[in-house]
């Protein structure tokens, strides 16, 4: 039993061997087969483009040299052959003229096209790609396109050219073409049989030569648009510009795509340049240091001051090129045809070309809302392959709804563009930002003082810092440090670090969260006094109190401190403050340290700062609701908005939607009050080496004057740099300036409150608390009845 088990395994593995092995053979047999056929393939492809090309020639030799009185199919005569191709030739040009007429010409480019299809098959097999054609081959179609070119033509020539004599053996439409010219004609009347054979040879051309009628219209349209149009239109220009009147777009009723009419941008009004603006000089003196000023409002009288030379900066690339009207063209005719696909009906009225988008001015045919146009936003951007579309519903000035599309290529923005554009230079404004160009290609500057203050939002790659650079380069270009003092508060530690030592800093960048807590509540109090001082002199603004002051100078009549105490002999006079601008550069991290206090100092001074001269420009990557509140908002009218992630991010910043459809890299929109709608700006670029030359040559013109209160925390009991009274006495050996206000008063040798006020930059309160501790401690004596006070220790000189 065990013998005949192992004998049955045996036979079972011996059956299964051969099995494997007959497929084995099976496979090879397969392969060697396929092998052939692939090479057979080759083989006839090779040989066929050949076959094609010299049955081409031998076809358009024999019915080029055709003579009707050779002997042939359809005649015979005793007259010796004179066709190229001999009797094959003379036979051969006979049957084709006479069953297909003058189209059996149509047989030559036919097998001119196989000869190319087959070579380009059979090279591409040759590299061993593979053939795109199988899915869809173009011999089919291109074989639908002959049948029907042949059809058309034979029948439309028996049908029209068969009252000419022509010399071939069954008249111009051959056979074919006459039997199938009487039969459509019988039936349809020779006008519409002439319509549909001519729409057979129409589609039969355009299948066998593979092209659309369409692109070929297209294409007609624009060479008449380049060469007819644009000469009426340079006529028309000429005779514009002796009256120049206003351009009025004309109403299309019938026709919804027309000539554009391209909106050329007018000269931005400048306003006249203001007096007191410094100019630059050739000079290049240093910037003499202060001897420590109580605050940043008292400034030293200075001689000329150098401002940065604009050859720090690079020039715009030359070699930029805008959109050409032929683009612009063909864009607005896939914009109507797209709509229209859509069942939207619109017309392109005009197109304004910009460094980077191009608005072009939609009118609405009847019936069509412009939330139709909105609602089709994506699908006109997938159609047009861009990276986005914004549409604006209405165009101020206009009835037209505007369609932003992105430039083909983009052109760069720079600053020393715009700082050297007359909207920059003839600006009256200090505070002048160059922010870039709108969309029609003109420069855009903004004035930082009606603003009054700056909420600029954007995510990673936006370019928001960039925009914040130039912002902050725009000024340094305008005004020295007895003009503008900063405040840089640069929570990531990377931004605002190149600025550090210009002289134009109140204090080092900071980059504490709870020193900047203390910047800001030294904005508030700065602000507070300068409010009690312009109250005292009689003034209700910032330039009005600088004008007062600078007049009285003037006159050799300074105004005395009406903060100083009336017995004090030793009173300072007033001089024009700087203004201050403090530029925040990422809110969110400020707003997380210390929410409840920075946002109660944030709003005080969005509200009140304006008039004392102090402005904010905020800057945030993240424009949620816990960030930018609805307070700071409310005070904050004017924004920007970067590319951001969401249209709610987009609502947050600038109150409606559609920062989240710009480009990055500068694509910003402005949201001012009173503007209908947000202005759409490409901001100016400015390169981190052009910003470290700048920094660099500030710096050889002067070292910073830091103001040590701003950053220092002041305790609440400190009616302090304030000018309010609220508050107790603060204890002075234990306040921080006390060793330097001993040192002030030792070195200079006044013992007065408005002298130790001015040096440290603190209010009148803390500077009384500092004498009074040097009274106990025995280094000052009491005031006398004149309301001075003895040293009573050796001074040092």
Known sequence: MAKKNIRTKKNGTGRGADAERRRELLRQVGSAARRAVVGLARTLWAWSWCFALLAGIVVAASLGTYDHNDPAFFASTAQAVTNTCGLWGAWLADLMFGTFGLSAWWFVPGFLMIAIFA??????????????????????????????????????????????????????????????????????????????????????????????????????????????????????????????????????????????????????EVEEPAASAPEPVATGGTIPPAPKPARPAPAQKRGPVALPSLG?????????????????????????????????????????????????????????????????????????????????????????????????????????????????????????????????????????????????????GSGKSVGI????LSLLYRTDPSQLRLV??????LEFSLYNGIPHLLCPVVTDMNKAASALKWLTREMDERYAVMSRVGVRHFTSYNEKVQEAIDRGQPIRDPMAAPEDPNAGTLEPWPYIVC?????????????????????????????????????????????????????????????????IDSRVILGEAGAEQLLGNGDMLLHRPGDQGATRIQGCFVADGEVQRVVDELKKMGSPNYVDAVTEEASDDDGGDGMGEAGGRRSGESDPLYDKAVEVVLTEKRASISYVQRCLGVGYNRAANLLEAMEEAGIVSKPNGMGKRQILVPTRD
Do not use: C
């Not at 840089?488 to 530690?493: A, Q, R, T, V």
């Not at 904010?616 to 004017?638: E, F, G, M, W």
């Open 488 to 493: 840089l508060i640069d929570p990531k530690m």
């Open 312 to 460: 720090l900066l690079e020039d715009p690339p030359s070699n930029q090129r805008g959109t050409d009207e032929e683009a612009i063209g063909m864009t607005s005719r896939l914009i109507v045809s797209k709509l229209k696909s859509y069942n939207i009906e619109a017309a392109v009225m005009g197109a304004q070309p910009g460094p980077v988008i191009t608005q072009y001015w939609l009118e609405p045919g009847p019936g069509v809302k412009g939330s139709q146009i909105e609602n089709a936003r994506d699908d006109l951007r997938r159609a047009l392959g861009v990276q986005a579309v914004r549409v604006v519903l209405s165009i101020p000035g206009t009835s037209y709804i505007g369609l932003e599309v992105p430039n083909p290529v983009r052109q760069m923005v720079r600053l020393k563009e715009i700082l050297n554009d007359e909207a920059y230079t003839a600006s009256k404004s200090m505070l002048t930002l160059a922010l870039g160009k709108d969309i029609a290609g003109r420069p855009f500057t903004m004035n930082l003082a009606k603003a009054p203050h700056l909420l600029v939002a954007g995510t990673t």
């Open 119 to 268: 070579m380009r098959t059979f090279l591409r097999r040759q590299r061993g790609e593979s053939d795109p054609e199988r899915l869809n081959p173009p011999h089919v179609s291109a074989g639908v396109g002959f049948v029907s070119l042949l059809i058309g033509s034979t029948s439309l020539e028996a049908l029209r050219i068969r009252r000419f004599e022509v010399p071939l053996p069954a008249e111009p439409g051959g056979i074919l073409g006459n039997a199938l010219a009487f039969a459509v004609e019988h039936y349809i009347g020779t006008a519409l049989a002439t319509v549909l054979f001519f729409t057979m040879v129409a589609v039969g051309v355009s299948l066998l030569f593979d092209f659309s009628w369409v692109d070929v219209s297209e294409k007609i349209g624009d060479l008449i648009d380049r060469h007819l149009f644009s000469r009426f239109g340079a006529k028309k220009e000429e005779a514009e510009e002796v009256s120049e009147p206003d351009p009025v777009p004309v109403p299309i009723v019938e026709e919804r795509v027309r000539p554009l009419q391209i909106i050329k941008p007018a000269e931005p």
């Open 469 to 472: 650079n130039a912002m902050i």
């Open 583 to 647: 530029v925040v550069d990422e809110l969110a991290d400020l707003m997380l340290t210390n929410r409840k206090e920075v946002e109660g100092e944030i709003t005080r001074l969005t509200q009140k700062a304006r008039a004392a001269g102090i402005h904010l420009i905020l800057a945030t990557q993240r424009p949620s609701v816990d960030v930018v509140t609805s307070l700071i908002k409310a005070n904050v009218p004017t924004r920007i908005s970067f590319q951001v992630a969401s249209a």
